[in-house]
């Protein structure tokens, strides 16, 4: 892994160390969590949750994205 690539991930790993990281994590998953089936009122609104469920799903599952491909890299270098 070249040091750029390097840097790159060590600067995620030191923001998903960190008590904010942490803590909107914690408030996304309410957040994402909070959404009631029962309150949609109509397509649009199904459309626009779905929506926003999409953009908080990707945050919260970013560590584990920016984690995998960190693997993923480490691992085709091993080879």
């Known amino acids: 892994m070249d040091k ?4 790159y991930y060590e600067t995620y790993f030191s923001l998903f160390s960190s008590k904010g990281w942490k803590q ?3 408030e996304l998953t309410e957040s994402f969590d909070a959404f009631r089936i029962e309150d949609i009122k109509d397509q649009q609104e199904l459309d626009l949750v779905k929506g926003q469920r999409l953009a908080l799903r990707r945050l919260i599952n970013f560590e584990t994205a920016i984690r995998s491909a960190y693997d993923s890299i480490l691992e085709s270098d091993d080879d």
């Open 4 to 7: 750029e690539t390097e840097e």
């Open 24 to 26: 909107l994590i914690e």
